[in-house]
């Protein structure tokens, strides 16, 4: 999972949207909304179809699921599931891009803690603040919070619902965009003095699973050989994490 930045819609567009959820949200006071049915109807319109071109956009050439990275992003997911929560069904910021498995696995399942959603939003947060990743299984699994020394509640809950440690296909991906970063490192490891820009390109042309703000920002600067980069290589490390923290806003 990676931080996904949010494009910015046309207003006319957002117009239309904005009066999509004004008709719903009568609809709803009035006890008459079919939230199937007019989602359904509005799927079909131009300025929900521009929505989805969006957020394909948003993913890349690949148009990957914004959940798991892993398979391709097919339809509008609703962060906040418009079932239960119907006042959001045409809000921009609570449309994602989602593949056919997560959005099975999610469906209208939304843990709350105190109202705020125990489940991440890749569109505003960056995942591997509540995320881990075993190098080793390849499993996506919750942070340990050494501060509140437990595990992140989001990350545990994100973990569950969308079964990132449970899906085998998913785990072979992530390990092998893993096993590929690794290589590019050591590779630059063998010159004197790897150029950052250089590194950070090439490593972002085969990130396929938003795994380097794990290696750079998380945990993963333990593990070699980002370990190894870390302390043989400290300016060009440095210039790296600069440039994840400006692209995931730190």
Known sequence: MRRVIRAQLEENVLGKLGQRQAQANRKYAERS??????????????????VLVALKGMMGARERC????????????????????????????NLLLCCTECGRLKGDRFPL?????????PT??????HLDFDPITGNVVARFDAQANDWSPKG????????????????????KTFLRLSALIEQSLATNAP??????TAL??????GLLDWCFLGSGKAVKPFSTLRKNH????AECVAVLETSVGL
Request: include cysteine.
């Open 234 to 237: 400290p300016q060009t490390w």
């Open 124 to 129: 505003a947060e960056n995942p591997w603040l």
């Open 66 to 93: 914004m959940y798991c990275l892993d398979s391709h992003g097919t339809d509008i997911e609703h962060f906040w599931p418009k079932t239960p929560y119907p006042e959001k069904m045409f809000v921009w910021p």
């Open 204 to 209: 972002r042309e085969i990130d396929d699973h």
């Open 195 to 200: 150029n950052a820009a250089d590194l950070m």
């Open 113 to 121: 803690a105190e109202d705020q959603p125990l489940l991440v939003d």
């Open 33 to 50: 909304l079919d939230i199937e049915q007019e989602w359904k109807t509005a799927r079909k319109t131009r300025p929900l179809q521009t």
């Open 156 to 175: 545990l809950k994100t973990v569950e619902v969308l079964q990132l440690d449970r899906r085998e296909a998913l785990a072979v991906g992530y390990r």
